[in-house]
C-alpha cells in the first residue's frame, strides 16, 4: 500500500515541476527606452549593468526591445508625436510587459504614452533628476512605476573640495541652462549653497559657448576651484558628448574640477560624490527581477530616493594639481586610470570579490588538504623510521651473531691448529736441538772456514724453524680468550713475518717494517697478531696478480694516546662501488677456496674491542688500511 504522505509528497513535486515549466516557457517583453543616443557613455553603463545583473539573477526567459531617443538633439512636442506614432507602428502586435526607462525624457515619455502605446505595462526608471511635487503626486494616483532618482549630492562634493582646497576663495560653477537637466541643476545649486552658507564667491558659467568656457578655464584664479554640472548644449545650440567635452575642459583648466557623475572620472575631473551607471543598473535590475518572478507587484517596490552615490577620487588628477590625499574626505575611494589594474578592478570589482572568495576558499581547502596530506606523511615517515630501525637492528643483530659464528668457528679452528702445532712443536723441537747442537761441535772441532760456514746456516736454519713453530703456536691460540697486557707492537709484527717471509722472498715481494721497537701498546696480542696477518695476507693476494713494483709497507707513528698502525701495498686499489661492502661479512673479492669474506669483520672487531677504530684510507692513492690501539707511554 502506497502511504498517504508519499502520494502528498509526489503531487507537490509534480506542481513545483509544473511551475517550473510554465515559468520557462512563458517569455517576458521587455522595453527599455533610453532618453539619449546610443553610444552615450552614461547610459551604455546603465544599460549593460542593468541587462548584466538581470541575466545572472533570473531563470525566466526574456526578450529586449531598445530604444533610443536622442533627445539632446531632438526634443519638443512634435518630436514626441512622431516617436509616439513610430512605437505605435512598431509594437502594435508585441504585449510590453516592462517598461525600464533611463533619464527623464524617456520617463515622461513612456508616463505619457503607455496606455495609448505600451499596453499599459509597468515602468521602472533610472536616472531620473530628483523627485518633485508632479512625480509625487503622480505616484500616489498611478503607483504603476517604481525606481531610482539620480540625486545630485552638491553638499558633499562642496566640502571634499573645500578640505582639499582650503585657500579657495571662488567657486566656479560650469552648468547650462539650455537643457532641462541644467536648469534642475541650477536649483540644486543654488539650494545648496544656500544650506551651507558659503563665504566664498559663487560665479555661475552657464550662458556661454562652449569656445568661450574654454577659453575663460584657463585664467581661473590660484583660490578657485570648479564644479561641473552638465553643459551638453551651449548658447549657440551645439550638441556635445558628456566625455569629449569634460576631457576638452580639463585639459585647459588651470584648476582643479569636480563632477557629479562617474562617467566624467578618467576624462578629467578630480573627483566628487558621483553618480555610478553600473550602481543605478544592478538596483533597476533587482526590481526588474522582483516583478517579473512574481515576488513582488511593481506597486510593492519601494522607490531609491535617498543618495546611492559614492566619494571617488582619481589619484592621476590629485597628482596633477599636487593635492595631498590625506586631506581627501573619510570613506572616500581613490581609483586610479592610469594603471590597467587599477581600471580592471574598478570596473569588475564585485566579479573580483567573488573571485578572490573562491580563491580564499581553495586557498583554505588546499591548506587543509596539505595539514592532512602532511599528517599522513609524518605517520607515513614515522613508520618508515621505525621499520628502518627495525631492519637496522636485526641486520646489526645478524651481523653480530654471523660474527660470533664466524670467531666461533675461527677459535674452533685456530685450538685444532694450535693443538696439531702443539704436537708438531714436540716432535721437531727435540730434532732442531740435536741438530742445533750438532752444528755448533762441528763448527767447533773443524778448522776449515767453509765446515764452519755451512754449520752456521744449519744452526740458523733450525733458529728459523723453531722461531716458525713457535710463531704459529702463537697465533693458533685463541684470541678471544687471551689477556689484554702490555706488549711491544715489534712482538706481534714479528711473529707475522716469520710466517710470510719465505712466501714474500719467493714472490719478488719487498716487505718494509717502519716500527719503532720502543711501542708499547695494551691489548691482546695474539688479536693484534691475527689482525697484521689477515691485512698483510690479503695484500699478498693481490700482488701476485700486479706485474712491476710489489712492495707492502707496515708502519707504526705514536699520535697522542693512541698508536696509528698502517698497511699499505702497491696492489691495483679497492673499486669505489665495493669500498662500502668490504666490512660486511662473507662479503669477499677472492676466487672460490681462496677466502671465506670474514677476515676484515673479524678484524674490525678485534680493534673495537680494543677502543680503536679499522677503516680503509680513501684519500691515499694506494690500497691503505690503517688501525688505532691504545698507547702506553
Keep these: 500500500m502506497i502511504s498517504l504522505k508519499a502520494i502528498g509528497r509526489t503531487i507537490v513535486f509534480l506542481f513545483f515541476l509544473l511551475s517550473s515549466l510554465v515559468q520557462a516557457s512563458e517569455t517576458f517583453e521587455i522595453l527599455v527606452l533610453h532618453s539619449y543616443e546610443k553610444g552615450n557613455v552614461w547610459t551604455e553603463e546603465l544599460d549593460s549593468s542593468f541587462r548584466f545583473h538581470l541575466h545572472r539573477r533570473s531563470n525566466y526567459s526574456m526578450k529586449f526591445y531598445t530604444e533610443y531617443m536622442d533627445s539632446k538633439r531632438f526634443f519638443g512636442q512634435e518630436y514626441d508625436q512622431i516617436l509616439a506614432k513610430l512605437y505605435a507602428t512598431k509594437f502594435s502586435t508585441h504585449k510590453i510587459d516592462l517598461i525600464v526607462t533611463t533619464d527623464d525624457y524617456a520617463f515622461d515619455f513612456a508616463i505619457k504614452y503607455r496606455k495609448e502605446i505600451f499596453n499599459d505595462a509597468p515602468i521602472i526608471f533610472s536616472g531620473v533628476n530628483g523627485y518633485d511635487k508632479f512625480k509625487r503626486d503622480l505616484y500616489q494616483t498611478e503607483k504603476n512605476f517604481t525606481g531610482v532618482v539620480e540625486t545630485f549630492d552638491v553638499i558633499p562634493t562642496v566640502k ?130 522582483e516583478f517579473l518572478s512574481g515576488e513582488k507587484k511593481i506597486s510593492e517596490i519601494p522607490l ?150 755451512n754449520a752456521g746456516r744449519i744452526s740458523n736454519t733450525a733458529f728459523r724453524i723453531s722461531k716458525i713453530i713457535k710463531g704459529l703456536k702463537h697465533l693458533a691460540k685463541d684470541g678471544d680468550k687471551s689477556k689484554y697486557t702490555d706488549f711491544h707492537l715489534i712482538e706481534a709484527v714479528e711473529d707475522v713475518t716469520s710466517l710470510c717471509y719465505e712466501k714474500f722472498k719467493e714472490n719478488d715481494i719487498v716487505f718494509n717494517i717502519n716500527v719503532d721497537e720502543s711501542i708499547v701498546i695494551h691489548g691482546s696480542v695474539i688479536q693484534i697478531a691475527q689482525v697484521l696477518l689477515n691485512l698483510i695476507n690479503n695484500s699478498f693476494d693481490e700482488l701476485i696478480n700486479v706485474k712491476g713494483e710489489r712492495k707492502i709497507n707496515v708502519k707504526a707513528v705514536p699520535i697522542k694516546n693512541y698508536v696509528e698502525i698502517s698497511i699499505t701495498d702497491t696492489g691495483r686499489g679497492i673499486p669505489e662501488d665495493i669500498r662500502a661492502k668490504i666490512m660486511e661479512p662473507f662479503f669477499t673479492t677472492k676466487k672460490k677456496n681462496r677466502g671465506t669474506g670474514l677476515g676484515l669483520s673479524i678484524s674490525k672487531s678485534h680493534i673495537e674491542k680494543h677502543g680503536g677504530e679499522f677503516y680503509l684510507d680513501e684519500s691515499s692513492s694506494l690500497t691503505r688500511f690503517v688501525f688505532t690501539i691504545p698507547h702506553k707511554v
Design 160 to 289: 571634499g573640495a573645500l578640505d582639499m582646497n582650503p585657500m579657495a576663495k571662488k567657486i566656479y560653477v560650469i552648468n547650462t541652462q539650455f537643457t532641462p537637466t541644467g536648469r534642475y541643476l541650477k536649483k540644486q545649486f543654488e539650494n545648496s549653497f544656500k544650506k551651507m552658507k558659503l563665504k566664498q564667491q559663487i560665479i555661475y558659467i552657464e550662458n556661454y559657448n562652449m569656445e568661450e568656457i574654454y577659453e575663460m578655464a584657463k585664467g581661473f584664479e590660484d583660490d578657485s576651484i570648479v564644479l561641473f554640472g552638465v553643459y551638453a548644449r551651449d548658447r549657440d545650440g551645439k550638441y556635445f558628448e558628456l566625455d569629449e567635452n569634460i576631457k576638452n575642459l580639463s585639459k585647459v583648466s588651470a584648476q582643479p574640477i569636480y563632477g557629479f557623475n562617474k562617467v566624467f572620472l578618467n576624462k578629467g575631473i578630480v573627483g566628487g560624490n558621483v553618480s555610478d551607471g553600473s550602481i543605478y543598473g544592478r538596483e533597476i535590475a533587482r526590481m526588474a527581477d
Design 304 to 453: 531609491i530616493i535617498e543618495s546611492i552615490n559614492d566619494l571617488v577620487f582619481d589619484l592621476d588628477q590629485l597628482k596633477r594639481y599636487d593635492i595631498d590625499i590625506n586631506t581627501l574626505p573619510e570613506k572616500s575611494r581613490v581609483i586610479s586610470y592610469s594603471s590597467s589594474f587599477f581600471q580592471f578592478y574598478h570596473e569588475y570589482k564585485s566579479e573580483l570579490l567573488v573571485v578572490f572568495a573562491c580563491f580564499v576558499c581553495l586557498c583554505i581547502f588546499f591548506f587543509i588538504l596539505l595539514y592532512f596530506f602532511e599528517k599522513q606523511r609524518s605517520y607515513k615517515d614515522s613508520l618508515m623510521r621505525v621499520n628502518e630501525k627495525l631492519e637496522r637492528s636485526v641486520h646489526d643483530r645478524t651481523v653480530q651473531l654471523v660474527q660470533q659464528q664466524s670467531q666461533i668457528i675461527n677459535s674452533a679452528r685456530l685450538v685444532s691448529i694450535g693443538e696439531m702445532a702443539s704436537g708438531i712443536a714436540h716432535e721437531i723441537n727435540n730434532p732442531l736441538t740435536i741438530i742445533d747442537l750438532s752444528a755448533n761441535r762441528i763448527s767447533q772441532r773443524t778448522g776449515s772456514d767453509d765446515i764452519i760456514k
